[in-house]
Nanobody
Framework: QVQLVESGGSLVQPGGSLRLSCAASGVIFSITSMAWYRQVPGKQRELVAASGGGMRTYADSVKGRFTISRDNAKNTVYLQMNSLEPEDTALYYC???????WGQGTQVTVSS
């Protein structure tokens, strides 16, 4: 059974940084494609960043500010978020693309 547990969401001021973590279990993590999505009320969930097959992809809105990385020894994927903007406020979800499984989400709020 795939389980994904996110952490690291918080309230942060504009221009600040946060690092989200997603710990996975029930998967062979090294060969699992992982991604971060986000959603705000009333809008569709959108892809933020993905990692798999040696490749990383990013939404245009976060390129140059966010970095996805993974530690296969810890079965964990990270999302380093820098230069945060109020528009980045959302519920952030971790997803195993390989298994089509979601975490429960962690709230990021960017506000002064």
């Amino acid at each position: 059974q795939v389980q994904l547990v996110e952490s690291g969401g918080s309230l942060v001021q504009p221009g600040g940084s946060l690092r989200l973590s997603c710990a996975a279990s029930g998967v062979i993590f090294s060969i699992t494609s992982m991604a971060w999505y986000r959603q705000v009320p009333g809008k569709q969930r959108e892809l933020v960043a993905a990692s798999g097959g040696g490749m990383r992809t990013y939404a245009d809105s976060v390129k140059g500010r966010f970095t996805i990385s993974r530690d296969n020894a810890k079965n964990t994927v990270y999302l380093q978020m820098n230069s945060l903007e109020p528009e980045d406020t959302a519920l952030y979800y971790c997803k195993s693309e390989t298994h089509n499984s979601w975490g429960q989400g962690t709230q990021v709020t960017v506000s002064s």
